[in-house]
């Protein structure tokens, strides 16, 4: 099931990946460059999911 996941997960990132590339690539460069806005759009989302990440969930807990 992990192996599973995982291969999922290096699916997915492979495309998302190229994605965000020809996003970067094709948006006009601003003062800060091309990278610090994607940055700072960014910031906020993958704080928010590394909190929820180690937020304790009794109702889903692993053990049973």
Do not use: C, E, N, Q
């Amino acid at each position: 099931m992990v192996g599973t996941v995982l291969l999922l997960v290096r699916l997915v990132d492979s495309f998302v990946d190229v994605g965000i590339g020809v996003a970067v690539d094709r948006a006009k460069p601003h003062k800060d460059g091309k990278f610090r806005p994607w940055i700072k759009r960014g910031m906020f989302p993958v704080a928010i999911a590394a909190f929820l990440l180690y937020l304790p969930f009794a109702a889903h807990s692993m053990t049973r």
